[in-house]
């Protein structure tokens, strides 16, 4: 592994832990992060130190389970499967760029997600669900918190498998993770520097943790 020091000395982890990364490319990511910092440290400005802190405090095997667990937690609501019934343009929006993920799904996965309305979650079939699970199982720490924050921020484990694939950029996984919100915003028009603020801090979000997940794979990945 590769040791991140400041200033000669090793940087540690929230539990003590050296920060010891596991290729080069990441080690010049997070040195790049520390190097940007001014006198006085930003952790909300440096995102894959952050995730590192939490791949190297969390190697217990029960603790990737509940992770894995909590990932998988988010399929029966995410986003990609819960459907508008109303106003029809909505909802041929949502078919249009949503429906194309959910076939991707099925040729990457061989599985067959299924949808709901409203607040209803989407009951997919349980061996889908299994052959995702094993699937996400099968990483390591590093990867998992990456996916991880993926997750939470998209609000979609399938975009966050499609943009980890490679299958969508980070900006199409942003859109389509707020179709309906830019459907709306479109419509009723929006707070420029309010909604302008978010997208740039999800893009953020979103990019630093795909650049993880992709430097701890290291290795090129295709659909």
Same mark, same amino acid.
């Given at each position: +592994? =590769?040791?991140? #020091?400041?200033?000669?000395?090793? !940087? ?27 006198? #006085? ?10 995730m590192c802190n939490g791949a190297l405090d969390?190697?217990?095997? &029960?603790? !990737? ?24 343009? /909505? ?7 949503? &429906? ?8 990457? =996965? ?7 309305? +409203?607040?209803?979650?989407? &009951? ?9 699970? #094993? ?14 924050? /993926? ?16 299958? @969508? ?9 707020? !179709? ?30 795909? @650049? =993880? ?11």
């Amino acid at each position: +592994g =590769f040791l991140i #020091k400041l200033d000669a000395k090793p !940087l540690k982890t929230r539990n003590g832990q050296k920060l010891i990364v596991p290729n080069e490319l990441l080690a010049v990511a997070v040195a790049t992060e520390w190097a940007v910092q001014g006198k #006085k440290i930003a952790p909300h400005n440096m995102p894959l130190t952050v995730m590192c802190n939490g791949a190297l405090d969390r190697p217990n095997k &029960d603790v !990737l389970k509940a992770e894995v667990a909590l990932i998988m937690d988010y399929l029966a609501t995410d986003t990609i499967c819960i459907r508008a019934t109303e106003p029809t343009d /909505l909802v041929a929006v949502q078919n249009h760029y949503w &429906d194309p993920l959910l076939e991707w799904m099925k040729n990457r =996965f061989q599985v067959q997600l299924s949808c709901s309305t +409203g607040i209803t979650c989407a &009951d997919h079939p349980p061996a889908a669900s299994n052959v995702i699970k #094993k699937e996400i199982s099968r990483l390591d720490a590093w990867s998992i918190t990456g996916l991880s924050v /993926l997750v939470e921020s998209l609000k979609s484990l399938v975009i966050a498998l499609a943009v980890t694939n490679r299958h @969508i950029t980070i900006d199409e996984a942003v859109d389509l993770s707020r !179709l309906e919100i830019n459907y709306q915003t479109a419509k009723w028009g929006k707070v420029e520097w309010a909604h302008d603020l978010e997208v740039s801090m999800l893009k953020s979000k979103t990019a630093a943790a795909v @650049i =993880f997940y992709q430097c701890s794979q290291n290795a090129t990945i295709i659909d």
